[in-house]
């Protein structure tokens, strides 16, 4: 009986050493990754310089006149009449500039629509303070 005895109390001893923790993870870099630069605002004449752009694309490659008309309308409700003069450079030296003679914005999208080519980029644009463009300026391509 004493060894029984002797032998659970042996059992019964715990240790004295400690237990080992487990070491704690080693700290993992985080790499910060620095935020992607906000995409750039285009001001409003960027914005309708594009979308004329394609309007007169649109309008000298329509396949008929009456595509050609609806675009030109949709076109026209940009401009603030149908009067707003364009300006065509012919030439330029010395920041002096030679135009063509002046025409209006209905008159060109019909030059565009007759032709069926685009010939010209918008190199200037004005705004009125409705956000409608008041005068455009163009340059052979």
Do not use: W
Not at 95 to 109: A, N, W
């Amino acid at each position: 009986m004493i060894a029984l005895v002797a032998m659970l109390a042996m059992g019964a001893c715990k240790s004295k050493k400690k237990v080992a923790q487990p070491a704690p993870p080693a700290p993992v870099e985080q790499v910060q990754q620095p935020a992607p630069p906000p995409a750039p605002v285009s001001s409003a004449e960027e914005i309708a310089v594009g979308k004329l752009e394609n309007y007169f694309n649109s309008v000298a490659a329509a396949g008929n006149a009456s595509i050609a008309n609806q675009t030109i309308q949709e076109a026209l409700a940009m401009f603030s009449n149908q009067e707003t003069p364009v300006l065509i450079v012919i030439h330029e030296e010395n920041g002096i500039k030679d135009y063509d003679e002046p025409t209006t914005i209905k008159k060109y999208l019909e030059y565009l629509k007759d032709t069926k080519k685009n010939l010209n980029y918008i190199s200037d644009i004005r705004m009125d303070a409705n956000g409608k463009v008041s005068e455009l300026e163009l340059r052979r391509k």
